[in-house]
């Protein structure tokens, strides 16, 4: 029985995070790096904190302009990280767009143009990253893959159905890979968070931030470090047992 180490150790592993430039995943670049990994991360806008971040971190970080939407882009992206650091061992698909999109509205070509980019970023380029991915593991012999669902996969929404459809596709993906790819040493874990103190979740904080935390148990919005450990944690092979598992991070607000 190997020993149990005190803390997350991530040394010796490579890290490929999409939407890395903020929120979660700029609070998943720092812990994965903190705790000894090396990470290459991408981003498709605000590439001044992208760049920014890199270069605070310095060694073992790399930021690359990426958008998963296009789907033609990212074998390229894949490689570049190989080429870079000689392996990949974990992917974390972080990258997702979310935009109100309700039933009642007027506009049947906004409706269709919203379902569409929504599912070409948060299930297309996460399907399609992990599939290269999984190319590069296979031939290590092992690796992980993290998808960042969300609260909204599970209990449905009101005005943006096609983000938590989304989302729900991303769990039914992480459970096929984990059914289909672990033979191959390759496991596949999510985590759904609930509200998370990120600019996407900005709007509804300023909002109705008391409604909020009112739903809450813990009485209190989790932040990217809270989404961040966890994601730290799952990437090392502590968590292998956890193949196919999608951890919940609302703080009781929904339970399943």
Not at 27 to 38: E, Q
Not at 50 to 75: I, Q
Not at 225 to 248: K, M, S, W, Y
Request: aromatic share 8%.
């Amino acid at each position: 029985m190997p020993e149990i180490p005190g803390s997350i150790d991530l040394r010796e592993r490579v890290v490929f995070i999409t939407g890395g430039s903020r929120g979660i995943g700029a609070a998943a670049v720092r812990a994965i790096h903190r705790a000894g990994g090396t990470v290459f991360f991408t981003y498709r806008e605000r590439g001044d904190a992208a760049r920014a971040l890199a270069a605070e971190l310095g060694e073992r970080v790399y930021a690359a302009p990426l958008d998963v939407a296009r789907h033609d882009a990212l074998p390229a992206a894949v490689e570049e990280c190989v080429r870079r650091f000689g392996r990949l061992d974990v992917l974390i698909n972080n990258a997702a767009i979310f935009a109100e999109n309700a039933f009642d509205g007027d506009d049947y070509d906004a409706w269709q143009a919203g379902w569409e980019r929504t599912f070409a970023v948060n299930v297309f380029g996460a399907a399609n990253l992990a599939w290269l991915a999984m190319r590069h593991m296979r031939a290590q012999g092992e690796g992980t893959i993290v998808n960042v669902a969300s609260r909204a996969a599970h209990r449905g929404e009101l005005s943006f159905a096609d983000y938590g459809a989304s989302k729900a596709a991303l769990v039914n993906l992480t459970k096929s890979i984990a059914r289909s790819c672990a033979k191959d040493g390759v496991v596949a874990m999510a985590v759904a968070p609930g509200f998370v103190e990120t600019d996407m979740a900005l709007h509804d904080l300023e909002e109705r931030g008391d409604e909020i935390r009112a739903e809450i148990p813990l009485g209190i919005v989790a932040t990217p470090e809270h989404v961040a450990h966890v994601i730290a944690f799952l990437c090392t092979p502590l968590a292998r047992q956890l193949n196919g598992a999608t951890l919940d991070l609302n703080g009781g607000s929904y339970v399943r």
